[in-house]
């Protein structure tokens, strides 16, 4: 087990030049997921938010099949789990949902209930920073 986590720190912290940078940081995150896995015995949890349904990702085979299917469909992944049988199958997400539009709309937050959101979101933002900023000050 220890030849295990050494070769696996070893891969999550690589910095050969010879490969790509994208590439180089892909396998860092993999393996620092792995070795957290393998170390504390548990998956990070991924939720996928789509339209009214949620997919939770929980484990790393559903971890692996969702992002081949993601690297195939790519940005039409949502619309595939929304409305493709074979792949809401293939996740247990169940029958595909046929919402009418008075669903739809009853679902939907206002256009001033979500520019009050990020208004909060952004005030709280602007907070954070300026006590980052006044720490820093500070220490100089």
């Not at 896995?37 to 339209?51: A, H, N, P, S």
């Amino acid at each position: 087990m220890d030849a295990l986590f050494s070769a696996l720190r070893t891969l999550a912290t690589d910095s050969n030049k010879h490969r790509a940078k994208a590439d180089r940081r892909r396998q860092r995150s993999t393996f620092r997921a792995v070795l957290h896995f393998v170390e504390g015995g548990e998956c990070e949890e991924e939720t996928v938010r789509f339209g009214l349904e949620v997919l939770y990702v929980d484990s790393w085979a559903r971890r692996r099949i969702y992002a081949a299917f993601k690297a195939v469909l790519g940005s039409g992944m949502h619309h595939h789990l929304q409305n493709n049988e074979l792949l809401r199958d293939i996740f247990g997400l169940g029958p595909v949902l046929v919402l009418d539009a008075t669903a739809l709309k009853a679902c939907k937050i206002s256009r001033f209930e979500k520019h009050l959101c990020n208004a909060a979101a952004f005030k709280a933002r602007t907070k954070a920073r300026s006590r980052v900023r006044d720490k820093r000050a500070d220490i100089l």
